[in-house]
């Protein structure tokens, strides 16, 4: 019968948990006292230690998921973390070459250019496929730091 309140009260905190498993072990240990002096029976103490063990268990037990959900928490957390960072990244390090590289074309197509002109713009052109290149090997090489502290980190947990 005590046991009910303390699977309710998975939501509160560790402590507020133990003071609950203790009050109910105070409870069925009262009414153990309150059958000891009407009859004493040896399935009346089974069953009352039964229901403190029952008790305790059930504590330990949701002690330990909320750990449990803590943990996973923590991880999901964590992943968001740096999926953000990574699409910051992306978003900044991957437009500023491209928006570079269709202002060049751009201004290519828009009129009639020179010789040294289109020498100039085709090394700046280089240089922002350049930077794009080393970001997509960077990102490549963080993705795949990702993956395996990811997959360290599952075989850890089990």
Known sequence: M???PLVISYTLDKDKIIRLAIIC???TLIDTID???IEMYY???TNKFLSILSIWISCFIILRYKEILLQKDTEKQKYLKSITEMLFQVSH???SPISRMQGLTNHIDSKAISKEE???L???LKDSVTELDIFTRTL???LEKIRIQNTTDQTNSN
């Open 2 to 4: 005590y046991i009910i």
């Open 93 to 95: 390090q991957v437009r």
């Open 43 to 45: 399935s009346v103490f």
């Open 25 to 27: 072990t105070i409870l």
């Open 140 to 142: 490549t090489a963080s």
């Open 118 to 120: 289109l020498e100039s």
């Open 35 to 37: 059958y000891y002096h």
């Open 122 to 124: 085709s090394i700046y």
